[in-house]
Structures are given as structure tokens and as C-alpha cells.
């Protein structure tokens, strides 16, 4: 379970490697994390209560940034998708304007940030171990 302490989470993937993980390739600062809702989605303000008050100041936001689109207005994203989004919130993890991978839907932060992990893991030279 993630805690929330002073700030911080405990979390079982430290966010110091998952930052070094994702900045290892200079190519990954055009990755970013892309979120389609629509108005009044109740699971999106569950996670902008639960998350997007606080995503911007973590290690995973400098790694990639969020970018919110409404739904309706995917085909103009600029985002080259895998296939429809159909269901708010989507999370898309994209990098170079292609999708990586997406999370449908959201349950709870522990689920979302262990999902989100996972996704951040496929994106290029993300497996090259960090060196100090």
C-alpha cells in the first residue's frame, strides 16, 4: 500500500529509480502521461482528488508530465493510439507520439501508480540499469 508521509510515498518501486529509470535516454523527454476524461466523470474526480492533487510534484510527473484531453476531442491529440479511447479516465502513457500502453479506468492510488510503474517500465532504454 502506498503512504502518504510528509509528502512522500513508500512505495515498493522507489520513485528515485523509477526517475533514474525513465531519464536514462534522452530521447524519453518527449514521453508524457496523457489523461482523457470528459465532464463529469466521477471516477476522474476520484482521481484528481487521489492523485492529480499531488502527481505534479512527483518523480513520475518530471518523467512524464500530464496532459489532460477530453475525450471527445481524442482525434485531435496528436497522439497516434492503439485504438479508441472509450472510457474516462484513460491514462495513455505516450512517448514520441505514439501510445505505449494505457490504464482504463481508475479503482484506487495504489492500483494506479503500481499500473502506471509497469507502463513506464516499456518505454525505451527504461530496462538499461542506472549508473551512479
Known sequence: MYHMIAGTRARTFGAAAFAATLMASPALQASE???????????CQRWNHDVGSLYGKTDEARALPLRRVDIRSQGASGIALASPVRYTPTFVVVDDGREVGRITGYSNDE?????????AAKLPGASRPHRI
Open 111 to 119: 492500483a494506479f501508480w503500481g499500473l502506471l510503474t509497469a507502463l
Open 33 to 43: 502521461l496523457v489523461m482523457f476524461e470528459q465532464p463529469g466523470c466521477v471516477h
